[in-house]
């Protein structure tokens, strides 16, 4: 169940992302972005492998 949850959160997130980039693009940096995009992915990374564990 707790997969779905994530699944489902993962999915909104990439929503958002796509609909607003535009806007998002126009207030924050390239680099801000990938920068946060590495520590959402690290992140991710780390919960399902302690979900995994």
Same mark, same amino acid.
């Given at each position: 169940?707790?997969?779905?949850? =994530? *699944?489902?959160? $993962?999915? !909104?997130? =990439? *929503?958002?992302? $796509?609909? !607003?980039?535009?806007?998002?693009?126009?207030?924050?940096?390239?680099?801000?972005?990938?920068?946060?995009?590495?520590?959402?992915?690290?992140?991710?990374?780390?919960?399902?492998?302690?979900l995994k564990g």
């Open positions: 169940m707790l997969k779905y949850i =994530v *699944f489902a959160l $993962v999915g !909104f997130g =990439v *929503f958002i992302g $796509v609909r !607003f980039s535009d806007d998002i693009t126009r207030y924050i940096s390239e680099d801000d972005i990938e920068a946060i995009s590495e520590q959402v992915i690290d992140t991710a990374i780390e919960k399902l492998e302690d």
